[in-house]
């Protein structure tokens, strides 16, 4: 086989680096992702490096540099620190080897070890273990990690039982990797993660949703999410994705919802939509399983799964810590996924939509359609596919600017002046009128707003109308479709 790492330049701070650790005659070697790139011939994202220099001497060492780098001991019961060094964000580890793993996440302790090659026997995967010794970029390779990246394989370091249950992260990371960099897991190492859940079930939520993150960050979520089910993973971290395996929707799709789920949160990664639109096309129906029912012989509806799909969507999120604003982000995508837009529409509804969608979030609306769509057909979905509502909606918008209580041509202060008391009557006043104006916009004038509201006003002091009395048009038009 070819070793094509002697063709690899090394970066001059990186030699420049090295010089440092030399003047101290101490080692140091580029590690991990770097080097695992480099050989994929795929641009670099940041540089790990592995030294025999404790972290106290890495600290001194960047301290003294000219210019100085500053240090931050960021990992430092690791063994890790941080320097920033020349505009560039360094992570060094001293050598180490790992002692026993008593709660599946970290180990015990963490002991120093003489040499690079101990130090790459601790790591997870052989792509991941080899060094590059600098200035001059020898390799260190002792697992033959550079033939299973030709090979495109994730292979545990040794035995891959021992190796997932000393750290439960390590299965998922496996998954993350094969949808990162389109590799396959070596038989065994795949083999190893059903025995290893239980020792994955303690990892923290916060590293879980890191990986989740990354693998919807992927070309191909799927090739992880697969292997998720396939393993166990789902079931433990995602139960709620991994129950609509084999909810068949004849009358509607070919695919399962697990199967159109995948569809449609590849076709998100493929288009690199951002990530509320890659959550969103991926828990858009988890809602389906329990909303399911045979209306004929074969043909099953699923009402409302909008709705619990929401519901499951914020559990999952919020279990996995994702951040409210993200949360709320992808629920609010999901709730509103099913608008089918027709021409029959009328000008009212469709300044309804955009309210109820909000103005900001259409085209993300528009995108998680266009995924929703592709995994119904399988196919991409024809280009002018939602031509005819975004030309509509464009044109609305260009006519009528007045879509909320901030745009109406009255204010709380002026009805207030007209002896309508703050409060709930003033709230069912304003979204009274806001209704009055998405229905004609003309109705936007000072004058015939604050009568509208004088006749409100009455008639809810008389008893005449009920609080509240002014149903949501936009929920009722649009749960036609
Ligand atoms: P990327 O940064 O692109 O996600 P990476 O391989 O650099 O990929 P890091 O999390 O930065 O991943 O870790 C750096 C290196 O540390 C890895 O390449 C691997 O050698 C080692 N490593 C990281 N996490 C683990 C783990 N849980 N178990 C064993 N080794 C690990
Ligand atoms: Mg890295």
Known sequence: MVNCLHMITIHSILKEIAALFAARKKEVCLVGGAVRDMIRREAVQDWDLATNAPPAEVMAIFREARPPGRVFPTGIKHGTITALYRGRSLEITTYRTEADYSDGRRPDA?????????????????????A????????????????DIRARIIRCVGK??????????????AVRFAAQLGFELE???????PAALSVSAKVSRERVRDELDKILASPRPSRALLLMEKTGLMELFLPELAACRGVEQKGFHRFDVLDHSLLACDYAAGKQYPPEVRAAALLHDTGKPVTRKMELEGVWSFYHHEAESEKIARNILGRLRYP?????????????????YTGEWTDAAVRRFIVRAGETNLEN?????????CAIAGAEPP?????????????????????????????????MAIGISP???????????????????????REQLLEIAGELNGKLKAGLIRKPQFPNKATEENSLF
């Open 187 to 193: 038989q065994h190492t795949e083999a190893a993660i």
């Open 383 to 415: 280009p002018d596919f939602l031509l005819p509502l975004t030309r509509r909606v464009d044109r609305v918008l260009s006519e009528s600017r007045a879509l909320s209580l901030k745009d109406l041509a009255v204010s709380g202060k002026d009805l």
């Open 324 to 340: 409210g604003a993200f949360i709320d982000a992808v629920c609010h995508l999901v709730k509103e996924h099913m608008f089918h």
């Open 365 to 373: 609306l528009y995108r998680l359609r266009m995924a929703d769509a």
């Open 423 to 445: 409060g709930k009557t003033m709230g069912i006043i304003l979204n009274e009128l806001l209704e009055t104006v998405l229905d004609d916009p003309a109705q936007n004038a």
């Open 110 to 130: 963490v002991r120093y070890a003489a040499t690079i090659e101990e130090d790459l026997a601790r790591r997870d995967f052989t792509m991941n273990a080899i």
């Open 132 to 147: 590059l010794r600098l200035p001059g970029g020898e390799t260190v390779d002792p697992f033959g990690g550079e033939a």
């Open 160 to 173: 891959a039982e021992e190796r997932f249950s000393e750290d439960g992260l390590r299965p998922l990371r």
